[in-house]
């Protein structure tokens, strides 16, 4: 389950790079990082 929600994550930041709307100069993996520590905070 983590996996899929974590691949469908990844996807949507991917295709924000391509498209211009998220930055590109940080790494997937820290963006996938932060994305979860924020959402395990807010939880």
């Known amino acids: 389950m983590y996996e899929n929600a974590e691949a469908r994550v990844r996807g949507l930041l991917e295709r ?3 498209e211009g709307v ?3 100069d940080l790494p997937v993996e ?3 990082a932060v994305t979860h ?4 905070t807010a939880a």
């Open 16 to 18: 924000g790079r391509r």
């Open 22 to 24: 998220f930055r590109i």
């Open 37 to 40: 520590a924020t959402l395990n």
């Open 30 to 32: 820290w963006m996938l």
